[in-house]
Nanobody
Framework: QLQASGGGLVQAGDSLRLSCTAP????????VGWCRQAPGTEREFVAA????????RYAGSVSGRFTISRDNGKNTVYLQMNGLKFEDTAVYYC?????????????????????WGQGTLVTVSS
């Protein structure tokens, strides 16, 4: 089970940093993604990072504003969110899974991951 934290209520233009930890797991062996889900919408993956941190992808909606990173020594993956917009309001989830050859092509799909966190709510006021 993963644990996501760092959400909160902010104003448009503010920044937040989300954290994802994996107590008791060898996080460094797993690829990790961040996704979000707003009420009435489908889950959307916004960023993913390979187990060593050398391969990163972003959804177009957050590219240039969000940064995913990881510190395997601390068993933690981060999502730095700058320039937050009202439309970024959602519950944010981290997910982890094996870094298979298919993961590189399917990083934005929920079935590419087998472990999920409980989610952390990000609310951006306009």
């Amino acid at each position: 089970q993963l644990q996501a934290s760092g959400g909160g209520l902010v104003q448009a233009g503010d920044s937040l940093r989300l954290s994802c930890t994996a107590p008791g797991r060898a996080f460094s062996s797993l690829a990790v993604g961040w996704c979000r889900q707003a009420p009435g919408t489908e889950r959307e993956f916004v960023a993913a990072i390979s187990r060593g941190g050398g391969w990163i992808r972003y959804a177009g909606s957050v590219s240039g504003r969000f940064t995913i990173s990881r510190d395997n020594g601390k068993n933690t993956v981060y999502l730095q969110m700058n320039g937050l917009k009202f439309e970024d309001t959602a519950v944010y989830y981290c997910a982890a899974g094996p870094q298979t050859s298919d993961w590189y092509a399917y990083w934005s799909r929920t079935n590419a991951y087998d472990s999920w966190g409980q989610g952390t709510l990000v609310t951006v006021s306009s």
